[in-house]
């Protein structure tokens, strides 16, 4: 099957600061990323869709401006937690779907914890 | 809406003994996928089975069988001759449509612990 990667598997960030996660197609064009938030012992969460150039599409109940989405390429989506606060540390996993695969993807996840 | 459905939290069973998680979904879309995914504790998904809204067949693979019922909306996996390894947090998914760029729901999961 398809692959995609997460980077970075694991991050510590202080409260208030902002944290970057990519995720890549590795060998697919990703045109449509999603994003998911699992908090410990629940399910994953649907937090946005984006399509390659274009605006992210969110999930009621979700800060568009603190969970900033960024799809400028075919292979990279980025999520951007800003003014991280503890309550916002969870596994965030992304998936990716596109041209010559018939299914969503999914990367390892990225596990976050604020301090 | 659509509504993925695990009662089952937690289930606890000895070694070689069969289990069976339990799924119900919920669709208006005649067109839709369910997924089973096997999620161990380092985190990362497993894709265990896709199933499209028209093939009720039900499918074996070595120890693993799922039995899909559209009468009662209900997609359940069956794990015969459990082992350890088989431990993990199982979820249950649906994705509506055609499209692999729709989303997918997922399950609220359920957490199988196979004891030696």
């Known amino acids: 099957g398809a692959v995609v990667s997460q980077h970075p598997s694991w991050v510590i960030c202080k409260s208030g600061t902002s944290v970057k996660i990519e995720c890549r197609s590795l060998d697919f064009q990703a045109t449509t990323m999603f994003w998911y938030r699992q908090f410990p012992k629940q399910s994953l969460m649907l937090m946005a869709t984006?399509?390659?150039?274009?605006?992210?599409?969110?999930e009621q109940g979700v800060e568009k401006d603190k969970f900033l989405i960024n799809h400028a390429s075919l292979t990279l989506s980025t999520l951007t937690v800003t003014s991280a606060h503890p309550e916002d540390s969870s596994f965030y996993i992304c998936?990716?779907?596109?041209?010559?695969?018939?299914?969503?993807?999914f990367g390892p996840g990225t596990r976050l914890t604020v301090t | 809406a659509q509504k993925v459905t695990q009662a089952q939290t937690e289930i606890s069973v000895v070694e070689k003994e069969d289990v069976t998680l339990d799924c119900v979904y919920e669709t208006r879309d005649t067109t839709y996928y369910l997924f089973w995914y096997k999620q161990p504790p380092s985190g990362e998904l497993v894709f265990l089975i896709r199933r499209n809204s028209f093939d009720e067949q039900n499918e074996i693979s070595g120890r693993y069988s799922w039995n899909f019922q559209k009468s009662t909306s209900s997609f359940n996996f069956t794990i015969t001759a459990s082992q350890v390894v088989d431990s993990a947090v199982y979820f249950c998914?649906?994705?509506?449509?055609?499209?692999?760029?729709?989303?997918?729901?997922f399950g609220s999961g359920t957490r199988l612990s196979i004891r030696p």
């Open positions: 984006s399509n390659e150039g274009s605006k992210a599409t969110y």
């Open positions: 998914a649906l994705r509506e449509g055609y499209s692999s760029a729709s989303k997918i729901i």
């Open positions: 998936s990716a779907s596109g041209q010559g695969v018939n299914e969503q993807y």
